[in-house]
C-alpha cells in the first residue's frame, strides 16, 4: 500500500490511524486540520481505504494551492472487521510471509459483508521436482550456461556460479525470486544471519519452472548482480551428479582493480 520505503510500514500507519476515528467520524473544519493525516498515514493510504470500502470520505472545495480538501473521514463496517483482524500483528504492522497459504482463512470474519462468499481457491502444495536444472547466468555481456542435479543445494548452485566467471569465495551472497504467489523469497549465505539458507536448500524445493529468473547478489560492498534464468528441467542423469559448466560465452568482468591498473590512472 502506498510507497515502499517506508521505517515503519503503510499497513502499521493504517492501524494506527483507526482508533483516532471516532465513531462519529473525524472532521476537519480547516485546512489545517488535515494535515495530519497529510502525513501519518499519508493522503495516498487514505485514499486506498476508501477505495476498498474500509473508510468514506467527504471532500470539501479545494482552494488554490493547497490540493486535496478533505472535510471528514468516517470508518466503514468493512473496514472495522477487516482492521479488527490485523490489530494482533502489533506495533510494527507486519506480516510474516507464509509459505502454507491458506486461502478462506478470513471467511467466518468477512462473511457477514460478501453472503455469496461460497468457495475458496484451493492450490495444490508443490513438492519437490526431480531433474537435472538448465540455468543460464549473465552478467554484463557474458553468460555461463550450468547444469545442476535437483539434489544439490543453492549452494552449490552459488559456488559452480563464482567458478564459472572467475569470482573468489570470500564475500556473502542472497539469491532473490518471485514464488507463484508474486512474494519475493530470499534465501542466503549459510553465515547471514536469516534463515533461509542456502546450504539448506535443495534446487528442485524452489518450485520453479522453466522461464523462471532468480537474481544472485554477490559481495554486498560491490554488489556483483547475476541474472540467472532456469531455462528447462531436464530427465534425471546418472552421469551429472554435481554441478557442470556446459557453455561459456564472452568475457567475465574483472572482480578487483589491479595495483598496475591503479597506477595507471
Given at each position: 500500500?502506498?510507497?515502499?520505503?517506508?521505517?515503519?510500514?503503510?499497513?502499521?500507519?493504517?492501524?494506527?490511524?483507526?482508533?483516532?476515528?471516532?465513531?462519529?467520524?473525524?472532521?476537519?473544519?480547516?485546512?489545517?486540520?488535515?494535515?495530519?493525516?497529510s502525513?501519518?498515514?499519508?493522503?495516498?493510504?487514505?485514499?486506498?481505504?476508501?477505495?476498498?470500502?474500509?473508510?468514506?470520505?467527504?471532500?470539501?472545495?479545494?482552494?488554490?494551492?493547497?490540493?486535496?480538501?478533505?472535510?471528514?473521514?468516517?470508518?466503514?463496517?468493512?473496514?472495522?472487521?477487516?482492521?479488527?483482524?490485523?490489530?494482533?500483528?502489533?506495533?510494527?504492522?507486519?506480516?510474516?510471509?507464509?509459505?502454507?497459504?491458506?486461502?478462506?482463512?478470513?471467511?467466518?470474519?468477512?462473511?457477514?459483508?460478501?453472503?455469496?462468499?461460497?468457495?475458496?481457491?484451493?492450490?495444490?502444495?508443490?513438492?519437490?521436482?526431480?531433474?537435472?536444472?538448465?540455468?543460464?547466468?549473465?552478467?554484463?555481456?557474458?553468460?555461463?550456461?550450468?547444469?545442476?542435479?535437483?539434489?544439490?543445494?543453492?549452494?552449490?548452485l552459488?559456488?559452480?556460479?563464482?567458478?564459472a566467471?572467475?569470482?573468489?569465495?570470500?564475500?556473502?551472497?542472497?539469491?532473490?525470486?518471485?514464488?507463484?504467489?508474486?512474494?519475493?523469497?530470499?534465501?542466503g549465505?549459510?553465515?547471514?544471519?536469516?534463515?533461509?539458507?542456502?546450504?539448506?536448500?535443495?534446487?528442485?524445493?524452489?518450485?520453479?519452472?522453466?522461464?523462471?529468473?532468480?537474481?544472485?547478489?554477490?559481495?554486498?560492498?560491490?554488489?556483483?548482480?547475476?541474472?540467472?534464468?532456469?531455462?528447462?528441467?531436464?530427465?534425471?542423469?546418472?552421469?551429472?551428479?554435481?554441478?557442470?559448466?556446459?557453455?561459456?560465452?564472452?568475457?567475465?568482468?574483472?572482480?578487483?582493480?589491479?595495483?598496475?591498473?591503479?597506477?595507471g590512472?
Open positions: 500500500m502506498g510507497e515502499h520505503q517506508d521505517s515503519f510500514g503503510n499497513l502499521f500507519r493504517c492501524i494506527q490511524l483507526w482508533p483516532r476515528v471516532p465513531d462519529k467520524g473525524l472532521k476537519f473544519p480547516k485546512y489545517e486540520d488535515q494535515h495530519n493525516i502525513y501519518y498515514p499519508g493522503l495516498h493510504n487514505i485514499a486506498l481505504l476508501e477505495l476498498f470500502g474500509l473508510l468514506s470520505i467527504k471532500q470539501g472545495k479545494p482552494q488554490e494551492g493547497k490540493g486535496w480538501r478533505i472535510t471528514s473521514l468516517q470508518r466503514l463496517p468493512f473496514g472495522d472487521a477487516l482492521l479488527q483482524l490485523l490489530f494482533p500483528l502489533g506495533i510494527r504492522g507486519e506480516l510474516q510471509d507464509d509459505v502454507n497459504v491458506n486461502f478462506g482463512k478470513l471467511q467466518s470474519h468477512l462473511q457477514p459483508f460478501f453472503p455469496e462468499w461460497e468457495h475458496n481457491l484451493f492450490v495444490l502444495q508443490q513438492g519437490f521436482t526431480e531433474g537435472i536444472y538448465i540455468f543460464k547466468v549473465s552478467i554484463s555481456h557474458a553468460w555461463r550456461r550450468i547444469a545442476i542435479p535437483a539434489k544439490k543445494t543453492l549452494g552449490w552459488a559456488e559452480t556460479i563464482l567458478d566467471f572467475d569470482f573468489d569465495y570470500d564475500h556473502l551472497y542472497e539469491f532473490s525470486y518471485k514464488d507463484r504467489f508474486g512474494r519475493i523469497i530470499k534465501i549465505h549459510p553465515y547471514m544471519e536469516t534463515p533461509p539458507f542456502a546450504d539448506q536448500v535443495q534446487i528442485g524445493d524452489l518450485s520453479l519452472e522453466a522461464g523462471a529468473k532468480m537474481t544472485y547478489l554477490y559481495d554486498f560492498g560491490d554488489n556483483w548482480k547475476f541474472d540467472v534464468q532456469l531455462e528447462a528441467i531436464n530427465q534425471p542423469d546418472n552421469k551429472i551428479k554435481k554441478p557442470k559448466i556446459l557453455e561459456v560465452h564472452g568475457n567475465a568482468p574483472q572482480q578487483y582493480w589491479s595495483e598496475d591498473e591503479n597506477e590512472e
